[in-house]
């Protein structure tokens, strides 16, 4: 059983930067591809970004309100945490941000373990 926690949301304006942490309780954390997923009010959760085991491989949503360019997902295996560091936010990333780990890499929601969440709210 991994436990998953998410910190470093909160209430920022819009162009400001937040950095999204996400603790494991997992010693062979390295052993998990982790995810971040978002879910605005009203709306499905949606894949943000994932990384590999050891961070080579990482992806991120093609969606129309796309973080390319803005998001970065990594991790430090050593620390047994992944990130997610979110720059130049607008008002659409408003939402729960959730952290996921699953021993295989993908981008649906098929995740083994999830975290609680952390609030994101961006404002202008």
């Known amino acids: 059983q991994v436990q998953l926690v998410e910190s470093g949301g909160g209430l920022v304006q819009a162009g400001d930067s937040l950095r999204l942490s996400c603790a494991a309780s997992?010693?062979?954390?390295?052993?998990?591809?982790m995810g971040w997923f978002r879910q605005a009010p009203g709306k499905e959760r949606e894949f943000v970004a994932a990384?590999?085991?050891?961070?080579?491989?990482?992806?991120?949503?093609d969606s129309a309100d796309s973080v390319k360019g803005r998001f970065t997902i990594s991790r430090d295996n050593a620390k047994n945490t992944v990130y997610l560091q979110m720059n130049n936010l607008k008002l659409e990333d408003t939402a729960d941000y959730y952290c996921?780990?699953?021993?295989?890499?993908?981008?649906?929601?098929?995740?083994?373990?999830w975290g609680h969440g952390t609030q994101v709210t961006v404002s202008s």
């Open positions: 996921a780990a699953n021993l295989e890499f993908t981008t649906t929601p098929n995740y083994k373990y």
């Open positions: 990384i590999g085991r050891r961070g080579g491989i990482t992806h991120y949503t």
């Open positions: 997992e010693r062979t954390f390295s052993s998990y591809a």
